[in-house]
C-alpha cells in the first residue's frame, strides 16, 4: 500500500490524548483518522521497484539506475544479480572492416542474458606488420546462480568461433 488510513476508535482517542489536557473531554465521543504517506512506498510504485531496503542499500547497480534529468515515466528499476560476476579478458588480432561493437554482438548472441557488460580495454598496431588486436573485457553473471569458470571459457570459446575473421585462443586454462 502506498498510504494507509486508520480509523481510530473513541476509547483509543482517549488514551491517546493526555488526561491533564483540557480537550481530554472534548475527544471521547470523537472518531479519530490517522493518514500515513511514504515517500519510499510511492517510488516503489512508480519505479517498479520490488523491495524497500533497496532504498538503504548503496550498491551502484541501483543507484546508478535513476537520473535526476530524466522523465519517471522513462525510468523503471532493472533487477540485478546478487552472485558475484565472472571477468575474462580476451584479446584477438582483427580483420581490417572490424567494427568496435560487433564482438559485444558476437558475446551478447552466444551468451544471451549472462553477459552484463563487454568492454574494450585495451588496443595494439604491431609496428611492423600493422595488423590491429584488440583486447576485450566481459562480465557475465547470473541472476540465479554462481557461474563457473568451465561454464564462461566454453562461452568465450563459442563467441571466437562464431566470427571466423577473428583470430584468438581456443583454449582456457581449467
Request: glycine share 2%; charged share 25%.
Amino acid at each position: 500500500a502506498i498510504a494507509s488510513i486508520l480509523h481510530v476508535a473513541p476509547k483509543v482517542l482517549d488514551r491517546i490524548v493526555d488526561s491533564d489536557m483540557h480537550w481530554n473531554t472534548l475527544c471521547v465521543s470523537q472518531v479519530g483518522w490517522a493518514f500515513g504517506l511514504g515517500l519510499e512506498r510511492l517510488a516503489m510504485v512508480l519505479y517498479d521497484i520490488p523491495d524497500i531496503r533497496l532504498f538503504w542499500s548503496e550498491d551502484a547497480r541501483f543507484l546508478e539506475q535513476f537520473d535526476e534529468n530524466m522523465p519517471i515515466r522513462q525510468q523503471k528499476f532493472k533487477p540485478f544479480s546478487k552472485y558475484p560476476a565472472c571477468y575474462k579478458d580476451l584479446a584477438f588480432w582483427v580483420p581490417d572492416d572490424f567494427s568496435p561493437n560487433s564482438f559485444a554482438e558476437i558475446v551478447r548472441g552466444v551468451a544471451g542474458d549472462l553477459v552484463e557488460e563487454v568492454k574494450e580495454i585495451d588496443q595494439f598496431r604491431h609496428p611492423k606488420t600493422q595488423r590491429e588486436s584488440r583486447c576485450y573485457r566481459t562480465m557475465y553473471r547470473a541472476m540465479d546462480r554462481n557461474l563457473t569458470n568451465e561454464e564462461i571459457n566454453a562461452l568465450q570459446v563459442q563467441a571466437c568461433s562464431a566470427e571466423p575473421h577473428l583470430t584468438c585462443p581456443m583454449e582456457y586454462p581449467h
